[in-house]
């Protein structure tokens, strides 16, 4: 069932601006007649010339939205410079209203561009159906709409205008929930290392789940990967790397470990590198971000360690990894978990609770318990020590340092983190990340 219509009035030519009341009252008409109720809610995209308040599209359109009483509280015009800032316009309210079904009546010429733009700024969380932009005479013809096809038929310069226009636009807007915020670890030696963990402040992604510096996007998110992008280039800036040389981790929640300037596996949890020129990160939204330098042999490392990779050992193998390619020595290596979900909030089905368990019988509580409460930060520093890393040159600062406030428990701190285990499916993503300085 369609739960949202737009109608694309942006950039119509002149032999279609004249009539252009008549086709939208008919259009108008035949949604009206034939929609369910709730009428679905309706938005129209126009073009606002720099330094008007009205072109001439939205005067001529104007008396034709009149009269329609079951879609008035529905019925949106929806202006702006670009069609990039119309249609993010647009978006925003149909996250704001968690609608999913679109169908969008546009003219013909406009339609292969309006489908990259939805390619860029949308995900396959949302289901887009296109009708032209023509009278219909009956509700059977509303109803017929063209599949949407994944090719693309624009000019590739044409589609480079349309990404210019996006970034413009993402670019030009505020930064939401405050200034964007680096947690740093006194650990890590600044003067050789560059690192930080993100938190939830400072970036443009405003889905409440997701705002608002959320680093990562998937088809399942409604955060499309330009906005992550925008919000990535943002902390690159505040923090001083190249986004451009930046490599993160690809999760799988197991414990491969990826070498920079090697064959890069499918997917992997930890990576390691002794390059200058890259920034390497691993996410989090629960699962711990894990932090490795060695100022010695000046070689660092990430890992992303969420309860299935801890029992697996990531965080050794990521160690490991240090050690066999750059020729560290494990008493040299420096670690610091980032904020990750606390043993205060997370539980797991008690046969998943086992493996931690076996490691140590204090990471977890209520072990009798059908879903026991779980340290999977007590496990990665005891594996880890076990591996050779002395507890000094581990920072986790719910046992070791209040005062640092990096190991918060993102569960707990709604303001500061994102958290899977408090949100649900539709959670944001903060990241730690590290590199080697010139």
Known sequence: MVEAVLIDLFDLPADLQNNIQGLLCERLKTLEKCSSIPAPFVYVMCCQRQGSEMSGEQESLLPALDGFQSLKKRLEVVRGLTTAAVLYTVK??????????????????????????????????????????????????????????????????????????????????????????????????????????????????????????????????????????????????????????????????????????????????????????????????????????DPVRKACGAAHSGWKGTLLGVSMATVNAMVSEYGCHVKDILVVLGPSVGPCCYTLPRESAEGFHRIDPRCVRLFDSANPYVDIRRATRILLESGGIPPENIQDDSVTDHTQNITLCTACHPDKFYSHFRDGSNFGTQIGFISIRD
């Not at 292969?112 to 390619?119: H, L, P, Q, S």
């Not at 981790?249 to 414990?255: L, R």
Request: aromatic share 8%.
């Open 92 to 293: 925003r309210s149909l996250d704001e209203k968690d609608l999913s079904s679109i169908k969008v009546i546009l003219p013909t010429f406009r339609k292969e561009a309006m489908k990259v733009y939805i390619g860029y700024l949308f995900t396959a969380v949302y289901r887009f159906e296109f009708e032209d932009l023509q009278v219909a005479s009956d509700c059977e013809s509303l109803q017929i709409a063209e599949p949407w096809s994944e090719a693309q038929t624009l000019p590739i310069q044409d589609v480079a205008l349309i990404q210019s226009d996006i970034q413009r636009y993402l670019e030009s807007l505020p930064s939401l929930k405050g200034e964007l915020t680096i947690l740093r670890s006194s650990l890590i030696p600044d003067d050789i290392f560059l690192h930080g963990f993100t938190t939830r402040t400072g970036g443009i992604s405003h889905i409440p789940t997701l705002s608002s510096c959320n680093l990562f996007s998937s088809s399942k998110r409604r955060d499309p990967q330009v906005v992550v992008k925008e919000n990535l280039r943002r902390l690159a800036k505040a923090a001083g790397f190249n986004p451009e040389a930046f490599h993160r981790v690809k999760i799988d929640h197991a414990n491969a470990v990826c070498i920079m300037g090697k064959t890069e596996p499918d997917s992997y949890d930890g990576i390691v590198t002794d390059q200058k020129d890259v920034t390497i990160a691993a996410p989090g939204a629960d699962c711990i971000p894990v932090l490795f330098a």
